[in-house]
T-cell receptor, first 116, second 113 residues
Framework: DAMVIQNPRYQVTQFGKPVTLSCSQT?????MYWYQQKSSQAPKLLFH???????NEADTPDNFQSRRPNTSFCFLDIRSPGLGDAAMYLC???????????????FGPGTRLLVL | GNSVTQMEGPVTLSEEAFLTINCTYT??????LFWYVQYPGEGLQLLLK?????DKGSNKGFEATYRKETTSFHLEKGSVQVSDSAVYFC????????????FGTGTLLAVQP
């Protein structure tokens, strides 16, 4: 089945130690998104890629970076994790909208990040 | 700007009860509307969607109708089950290639046997 895969499901890192979360997709979608979701809150968009074009949200901290080496993979890099970065990180994909319509976003299962 | 307001939870129901979770939106133009469901410890799953006024989205017994006149997209189910216990997010997106999803705050539904 076509899907969005995130590994690992749980990640533990130390304060200040760089960490990378990964996302892959078999849907062949050209748009990939990264969201941060803190406990009991709605997901918050960090950035997205439209093909190779990177689009950062204005309020995303510089500590968060992303790479997309090919259509299938996208990585979230947290350069110096703080305690406040502990959260669920969700990857989503979609086709680019056409004719003015927004295509549905499909989410992976998420990676829960714990910062010690 | 665009925004979504949904009823606060938790909503606690007995099995087989009728469910309504209210969702209203503010948007320019004609957004697409979505309901996503998140089970404990999982990512978001698309439950249903509607892309134009008067469209009804439906899936797994859940329904929601895109009401432009009241700017609403209320989620309903006639008979809930324990397995429906989850957090439900209403969301909208504007028109365009990659317009982002705007989520409501989520509503926790707890269904008791």
């Amino acid at each position: 089945d076509a899907m969005v895969i995130q590994n690992p499901r749980y990640q533990v890192t130390q304060f200040g130690k760089p960490v990378t979360l990964s996302c892959s997709q078999t849907l062949n979608h050209n748009v990939m998104y990264w969201y941060q979701q803190k406990s009991s809150q709605a997901p918050k968009l960090l950035f997205h890629y439209y093909d190779k074009d990177f689009n950062n949200e204005a309020d995303t901290p510089d500590n968060f970076q992303s790479r997309r080496p090919n259509t299938s993979f996208c990585f979230l890099d947290i350069r110096s994790p703080g305690l406040g970065d502990a959260a669920m990180y969700l990857c989503a994909t979609s086709r680019a909208g056409t004719g003015g319509f927004q295509e549905t976003q499909y989410f992976g299962p998420g990676t829960r990040l714990l910062v010690l | 700007g665009n925004s979504v307001t949904q009823m606060e939870g938790p909503v606690t129901l007995s099995e087989e009860a009728f469910l309504t979770i209210n969702c209203t939106y503010t948007a320019t133009g004609y957004p697409s509307l979505f309901w996503y469901v998140q089970y404990p410890g999982e990512g978001l799953q698309l439950l249903l969607k509607a892309t134009k006024a008067d469209d009804k989205g439906s899936n797994k017994g859940f329904e929601a109708t895109y009401r432009k006149e009241t700017t609403s997209f209320h989620l309903e189910k006639g008979s809930v089950q324990v397995s429906d216990s989850a957090v439900y997010f209403c969301a909208l997106s504007g028109r365009g290639a990659t317009n982002k999803l705007i989520f409501g705050t989520g509503t926790l539904l707890a269904v008791q046997p």
